[in-house]
């Protein structure tokens, strides 16, 4: 990054840039704080690019440059008002952040506008296809720019290569919007189109992004001619605001008019009444030439808020799916698709079958709450070189419990998870059924009661049907034998009492 020769001299609190020196070697001491400056400021944007990821640094930071520090006071330069205004509204936490762990004693960080002219060295290949900033004509009219660049850059955001079908769990919670998306992948051009938006919601991390992404996979191996374009609404409006700038909209429109599947994510994130416009004027062109329009966002569109009532409407004319919690089964099927990946990669993992199910169990969210439970049972097991077990599992997602704190058990919440795990219902647990398929999971929620509460024998009886405290008794003493006999058995409980005891 270049650095102006504004720079103030350093100071006790920043000893990394040195000390100002005599007057006969201020040049030479102000190169070096420059070059000290430029080196330090290169570890924040390794920061940045690990925290926000590739596509967000290129899009918002790779352009700022350090200009000077004094003070406690780091300032930072942008080329555009509207690039100091975003990201003062949306990343100015996390760049203070970055800074202050770099630069000694940084407790602000200023972001101002360049007035200088021209782009510096570092400034010669431009993030943004089509634009070199503090020029008032564009390198080359955006159209040409984006179909001759790198095949992320033409679709707009970079699509995850691991975000396939293939590799989409599905379920019943999820069964509507994966069968919508591989109509949608798998229609033949030119055929009718039909549903137009298909808009997917849902909370975040329950498989949005990893559809659209799959559509636009699926579309490349069918149909590598058609035009697909895949594009964040934050990467939308930036490309908008830089044909804004260079007064070169037509190319932009001419673009991104003749996408044939527009894939749209996070549309929740649309700003400006300008912006709502140009994205209105694109949809409408594209949906009125039965050009296929797929949308992503976190809520319906009648909660699009930014959007006015006019579009929310046109959004809703569609197909809308909503993707919900993944259900236990779900929850089951999706760690073990992820584990199977881990395995291709390391053979020799292994994760049993009654840890799973307790996270299954103890984690309500969706696959990257999922995951990133499992990647800490793996890394637990990694450090202590012990095969997890179900204590083990408990302790290394301690902080993930759904409750701060462990509640007072009851005998309710007993039956309850008993009769979930063994697929019996509370009534035949409470019944005078003798069934084996009934006694056995009797017997382990008596057992539980006692170990787990602090009821007597004859309370735990009239709790598990009016039963007599000897007939408790004797389950407790027969699951104590089982256990001692039954490696199984004794997993089986062990889990059962994890679960009861975290919620």
Same mark, same amino acid.
């Given at each position: ?145 984006? $179909? ?119 549309? =929740?994130?649309? =700003? ?36 006015? =009532?006019?579009?929310?409407? $046109? ?27 881990? =395995? ?21 969210? *969706? ?48 039956? $309850? ?85 975290? *919620?």
């Amino acid at each position: 990054m270049a650095v102006t020769n504004r720079m103030s001299g350093g100071s006790d609190d920043n000893p990394e840039f040195g000390d100002s020196g005599d007057d006969r070697d201020g040049a030479t001491q102000g190169a070096r704080e420059r070059k000290s400056l430029s080196a330090v400021w290169a570890r924040v944007a390794i920061r940045l690019r690990a925290g926000l990821g590739e596509d967000l640094y290129s899009s918002w930071f790779a352009r700022m440059e350090p200009e000077s520090i004094a003070d406690g006071v780091l300032k930072v330069s942008v080329p555009t008002r509207f690039l100091r205004s975003w990201i003062k509204s949306h990343y100015i936490d996390q760049l203070t952040a970055c800074c202050s762990a770099e630069y000694k004693g940084i407790t602000i960080v200023d972001i101002q506008v360049r007035t200088r002219g021209l782009p510096t060295a570092a400034q010669a290949v431009t993030p943004v296809a089509g634009y070199e900033e503090g020029s008032q004509q564009p390198v080359e009219p955006v159209a040409k720019s984006l $179909r001759t660049s790198s095949p992320e850059r033409e679709r707009g955001s970079q699509l995850d290569h691991n975000l396939t079908f293939e590799t989409f769990v599905q379920g019943q919670s999820n069964a509507l919007a994966h069968a919508a998306a591989m109509r949608v992948a798998e229609a033949r051009p030119g055929a009718p189109v039909s549903f137009n938006p298909l808009f997917v919601h849902s909370a975040a991390g329950l498989g949005k992004t990893h559809l659209i992404n799959a559509i636009a996979w699926r579309i490349r191996d069918l149909n590598p001619d058609r035009k697909v374009l895949y594009i964040t609404a934050e990467r939308f409006m930036y490309h908008f605001m830089a044909a804004l700038k260079v007064r070169d909209t037509l190319s932009f429109k001419d673009y991104f008019q003749s996408i044939d599947v527009l894939l749209i994510d996070d549309l =929740q994130f649309l =700003q400006g009444k300008t912006m709502q416009q140009e994205f209105c004027h694109t949809f409408n062109s594209l949906v009125d030439a039965k050009r296929q329009v797929v949308i992503a966002a976190d809520v319906p569109p009648a909660q699009l808020e930014s959007i006015d =009532q006019r579009m929310r409407s $046109r959004l809703a004319g569609g197909l809308v799916v909503d993707i919900e919690g993944p259900d236990l089964g779900l929850r089951r099927s999706i760690l073990q698709s992820k584990l199977a990946a881990v =395995q291709r990669k390391d053979p020799s993992l292994m994760v049993a079958d009654d840890v799973l199910e307790f996270v299954a169990n103890r984690i309500n969210g *969706g696959g990257r709450e999922l995951e990133g439970a499992l990647n800490r049972i793996i890394a637990s097991q990694h450090l202590t070189r012990q095969p997890m077990t179900v204590d083990m599992a408990a302790f290394a997602l301690r902080d993930l419990s759904q409750t701060a704190e462990l509640t007072r058990i009851r005998v309710e919440d007993i039956l $309850r998870v008993v009769g979930r795990h063994y697929n019996v219902t509370r009534a035949d647990l409470l019944s005078p059924r003798r069934a084996r398929a009934v006694v056995r999971p009797r017997q382990i929620g008596m057992y539980l009661a006692k170990k787990l509460t602090s009821r007597s024998l004859p309370e735990i009886g009239r709790r598990f049907g009016n039963r007599d405290h000897s007939t408790v008794l004797h389950a407790v003493r027969k699951i104590e034998e089982l256990m001692q006999a039954d490696d199984k058995l004794a997993r089986e409980v062990t889990l059962l009492s994890r679960l009861i005891e975290q *919620g």
